[in-house]
């Protein structure tokens, strides 16, 4: 194992010999090293990686210690490399500026040789500890990572499972969650970009174009006379299909402990009330304006837009101009100013999703 060194800076001989001898009885565990001025200090600094204490005169020819410090804390290294600054009494401030660049102690000439080691080695100790408990938290930090990777990857796996399986059991063309989970990721781009009022942030936009995916995953509890019938539904059935809101969010508190997360409270906003319009006219709880959760309003025009240019059982696709002009026009109902605006910008995205669909990666 490589000794640990510890680095002595004096321009007097003699107090070298002196601070050198005071570890002599230790000279298995450390490697000495000495320089007699500054500039010889920055190169042992340099030059060797192991230092664990530097024993540091002030008042020397070419570089005196303060250069050697300013050097040190422009390369960092003050809070891996503990300091002691041997200074002496005639030498005004020099204490008060030592503690300024963060040194481990300051000692005054003449100093008494068993202090010095003593103090030496419980700073040694000290930071040699402190490495110790940042590495430890490192090691926890990188193990904590690659939990919270493989819970993210496992979620996604049943994320997209639960919504193959809504998938299966609709009318709606495949890959339908695949697009709106698109959409929606690049509409909420847009609102981090423009609207930042609204408080996205990468990671949050993430968490809503994943939680995207469940918007209709309250559709499993609608009977296949209604999900699959080859035409409109009558009002009486398009009231039990409004009901998948609402069923969807009974499966995700099931599916869910801990209901205080950001990503369920997306799942939930997303699930529940992606068919509210901004002027109260939409369901299950009529919300109008503001009141409506940004991920929800997000998650409805990537929904009705999806919708209109798709085929159904019922009706032919729109051409991406028309549903963009229906929407606009609110043919479809209300959206906010903020959200048709984005839509705007993300038309041209919206447009190409189709041929992209192939080639895109949806993680």
Same mark, same amino acid.
């Given at each position: 194992?490589?000794?640990?060194?510890?680095?002595?800076?004096?321009?007097?001989?003699?107090?070298?010999?002196?601070?050198?001898?005071?570890?002599?009885? *230790?000279?298995?565990?450390?490697?000495?090293?000495?320089?007699?001025?500054?500039?010889?200090? +920055?190169?042992?600094?340099?030059?060797?990686?192991?230092?664990?204490?530097?024993?540091?005169?002030?008042?020397?020819?070419?570089?005196?210690?303060?250069?050697?410090?300013?050097?040190?804390?422009?390369?960092?290294?003050?809070e891996?490399?503990?300091?002691?600054?041997?200074?002496?009494?005639?030498?005004?401030? &020099?204490?008060?500026?030592?503690?300024?660049?963060?040194?481990?102690?300051?000692?005054?000439?003449?100093?008494?040789?068993?202090? +010095?080691?003593?103090?030496?080695? *419980?700073?040694?100790?000290?930071?040699?500890?402190?490495?110790?408990?940042e590495?430890?938290? !490192?090691?926890?930090?990188?193990?904590?990572?690659?939990?919270?990777?493989?819970?993210?990857?496992?979620?996604?796996?049943?994320?997209?499972?639960?919504?193959?399986?809504?998938? &299966?059991?609709?009318?709606e063309?495949?890959?339908?969650?695949?697009?709106?989970?698109?959409?929606?990721?690049?509409?909420?781009?847009?609102?981090?970009?423009?609207?930042?009022?609204?408080?996205?942030?990468?990671?949050?936009?993430?968490?809503?174009?994943?939680? &995207?995916?469940?918007?209709?995953?309250?559709?499993?509890?609608?009977?296949?006379?209604?999900?699959?019938?080859?035409?409109?539904?009558?009002?009486?059935?398009?009231?039990?299909? !409004?009901?998948?809101?609402?069923?969807?969010?009974?499966?995700?508190?099931?599916?869910? !402990?801990?209901?205080?997360?950001?990503f369920?409270?997306?799942?939930?906003?997303?699930?529940?009330?992606?068919?509210?319009?901004?002027?109260?006219?939409?369901?299950?709880?009529?919300?109008?304006?503001?009141?409506?959760?940004?991920?929800?309003?997000?998650?409805? +025009?990537?929904?009705?837009?999806?919708?209109?240019v798709?085929?159904?059982?019922?009706?032919?696709?729109?051409? *991406?101009?028309?549903?963009?002009?229906?929407?606009?026009?609110?043919?479809?109902?209300?959206? &906010?100013?903020?959200?048709?605006?984005?839509?705007?910008?993300a038309?041209?995205?919206?447009f190409?999703?189709?041929?992209?669909?192939?080639?895109?990666?949806?993680s």
């Amino acid at each position: 194992m490589e000794k640990q060194q510890i680095l002595v800076v004096d321009d007097e001989e003699i107090n070298r010999v002196i601070l050198m001898e005071m570890f002599h009885e *230790n000279r298995d565990e450390y490697e000495l090293l000495e320089a007699g001025n500054g500039a010889e200090a +920055v190169r042992q600094i340099e030059e060797n990686h192991n230092i664990v204490l530097v024993l540091l005169d002030v008042v020397m020819p070419i570089m005196d210690g303060f250069k050697v410090l300013e050097y040190m804390q422009e390369h960092e290294l003050l809070e891996a490399i503990p300091v002691i600054l041997i200074t002496g009494e005639t030498v005004k401030d &020099s204490e008060g500026r030592a503690y300024d660049f963060g040194v481990a102690d300051v000692i005054h000439k003449p100093f008494y040789p068993y202090i +010095v080691r003593r103090r030496s080695k *419980n700073i040694i100790e000290l930071y040699q500890n402190k490495r110790n408990m940042e590495r430890r938290l !490192k090691e926890q930090e990188i193990a904590i990572r690659a939990q919270e990777q493989e819970i993210r990857e496992t979620n996604e796996f049943m994320i997209d499972a639960l919504s193959t399986v809504v998938e &299966s059991r609709s009318a709606e063309t495949g890959d339908h969650t695949k697009r709106i989970k698109f959409y929606t990721r690049i509409m909420a781009r847009h609102l981090m970009e423009h609207f930042p009022r609204y408080g996205l942030t990468p990671a949050l936009v993430d968490a809503i174009s994943r939680a &995207s995916v469940l918007h209709d995953i309250g559709k499993i509890g609608i009977s296949d006379t209604i999900l699959l019938k080859p035409g409109r539904l009558t009002a009486e059935e398009f009231e039990i299909m !409004k009901t998948h809101t609402t069923i969807g969010c009974d499966i995700l508190e099931k599916l869910y !402990k801990d209901r205080t997360g950001e990503f369920y409270r997306y799942c939930y906003e997303i699930c529940r009330h992606h068919h509210e319009r901004w002027d109260g006219r939409g369901y299950p709880d009529h919300l109008a304006g503001e009141d409506i959760p940004i991920s929800a309003q997000i998650v409805a +025009v990537a929904d009705v837009y999806d919708a209109l240019v798709s085929p159904r059982v019922y009706k032919s696709s729109f051409s *991406n101009d028309k549903a963009f002009e229906m929407i606009m026009n609110g043919e479809c109902g209300q959206f &906010s100013p903020d959200i048709l605006e984005c839509f705007k910008l993300a038309r041209e995205d919206f447009f190409n999703i189709m041929e992209m669909l192939g080639t895109f990666e949806f993680s």
